[in-house]
């Protein structure tokens, strides 16, 4: 079966502090994979995209990288802010032409 | 560039009772998403349209839910009757292409069913 899995479901760090968030996926033979964030009551807002032939995408203070080996993707954030406060999700695609299977996604809190 | 449009936003109903929301996709997408997010759960795909067509709709829950992308663009899904465990997010998404594309979401519609 398909999965992704996402670790940890919750952390609370400090401002300014670089942190990381963990998604692994069960089948190496991935398409692509997107990382969203989720803000309380609202929809999805893609932050990168990774294609199965790269290993990171970088924006602003985001970098996500891949390691299909592995099954696994982190994204990084640096010098977090209470505004990064939300869910972040990962999502991968395995076959082309398919839809995004999720993780249940880890939710940031971070504290002035 | 305007967004993914859905509504209502918010809709409360009885155990039973039916319901319909609309999706209105980003102009020029050919492909387009439903999703349903259970709180505490990530979005699992209802179905899956490439312009009119349906591309997959295995975990669509044909006995009561249903849906429709007349003309390519504009989407509505259907619950009917529903049930309690169908109270959730519904969220609708959509893309250039089926392949290598960036997914768009809608702000989502939430669904209680009491």
């Known amino acids: 079966k398909q999965e992704v899995t996402q670790i940890p479901a919750a952390l609370s760090v400090p401002e300014g502090e670089n942190l990381v968030l963990n998604c692994s996926f069960t089948?190496?033979?991935?398409?692509?994979l997107q990382w969203f964030r989720q803000d309380p009551g609202k929809g999805l807002t893609s932050l990168l995209l990774i294609q199965s032939s790269q290993r990171e995408q970088t924006s602003g203070r985001l970098n996500a990288s891949l390691d299909k080996s592995s099954g696994r993707s982190t994204l990084y954030i640096a010098a977090s802010q209470p505004g990064d406060s939300a869910t972040y999700l990962c999502a991968v695609i395995y076959q082309a032409g398919t839809a995004l299977i999720f993780g249940k996604g880890t939710t940031l809190s971070v504290s002035s | 560039e305007a967004g993914v449009a859905q509504s209502p936003r918010y809709k409360i109903i009885e155990k039973r009772q039916s319901v319909a929301f609309w999706c209105n996709p980003i102009?020029?997408?050919?492909?387009l998403y439903w999703y349903q997010q259970i709180l505490g759960q990530g979005p699992k795909l209802l179905i899956q349209f490439q312009n009119n067509g349906v591309v997959d709709d295995s975990q669509l829950p044909k006995d009561r839910f249903s849906a429709e992308r007349l003309k390519g663009v504009d989407s509505t899904l259907k619950i009917q009757p529903a049930k309690l465990e169908d109270s959730a997010v519904y969220l609708c998404?959509?893309?250039?292409?089926?392949?290598?594309?960036?997914?768009?979401f809608g702000p989502g519609t939430r669904l209680t069913v009491t």
């Open positions: 089948d190496s033979a991935i398409y692509n």
């Open positions: 102009s020029g997408h050919a492909t």
């Open positions: 998404a959509s893309s250039l292409g089926t392949t290598g594309y960036e997914q768009y």
